[in-house]
């Protein structure tokens, strides 16, 4: 079965997301949030089908904007279930809510989301692996199963798996020594 590395490249939509994005460290708030609301929201779905309404949940989800997110009532909460530009699912809305306010504690205990990452990489002098962060994220955050815990992290260069060794994004991403490079 062929993987990302073989079917993204060339792709409209898939192949940006590989060559650019996936596997990629991140830091600034928005991209890490946006990213998390699109891996929770895919569950059940293709990425492509994320891909395509990416720019939907931008403009409903105002930018990824944390704060804004977390201030979201009833209201915001009413339009975004109307929103046909998104993925339209109680619990994935609430959890993006949910979890505004939950990045936004961890900037009062940590300074932001990424040092928060960074501050848990590291379990008994080794790299956290895949089910120590699903248990880690799902002590606060919500609708974070292995699979979306899992993507979220290999897509920021958290954990290894986002590319082929012999992939030419695997190759640029090297050069930016990804959290996961530093571990072996």
């Known amino acids: 079965m062929p ?20 596997g990629v460290p991140a830091r600034e708030e928005a991209a890490l949030f ?14 492509e089908t994320m ?11 105002d930018g990824f904007d944390v ?7 009833e209201a915001e909460r ?5 929103d046909p530009g998104i993925i339209r699912n109680r619990l994935k809305v609430d959890a993006a809510i949910h979890n505004a306010g939950v990045i936004q504690r961890l900037r009062a205990s940590h300074g932001s989301f990424a040092d928060w ?3 848990h990489v590291e379990l008994d002098g080794r790299a956290r692996d895949k089910a120590e962060w699903v248990k880690l994220f799902k002590r606060d955050f919500r609708f974070v199963g292995g ?10 260069g958290y954990l290894p798996g986002a ?18 490079m530093r571990y072996g």
Do not use: T
């Open 78 to 82: 009413a339009r975004l279930l109307a």
């Open 67 to 73: 704060d804004k997110v977390a201030a979201y009532g």
């Open 163 to 180: 590319h082929r060794a012999d992939c030419p994004a695997a190759v640029r991403i090297a050069k930016l020594e990804p959290v996961w």
């Open 147 to 156: 699979e979306i815990v899992g993507e979220f992290l290999m897509s920021l």
């Open 117 to 119: 990452l960074d501050a």
């Open 51 to 61: 891909l395509k309404k990416r720019e939907g949940f931008r403009i409903a989800y």
């Open 34 to 47: 946006e990213r998390l609301i699109l891996e929770i929201n895919q569950a059940g779905l293709s990425w």
């Open 3 to 22: 993987g990302y590395c073989d079917i993204a490249p060339g792709h409209p939509l898939h192949g940006p997301y590989h060559d650019h994005e996936y």
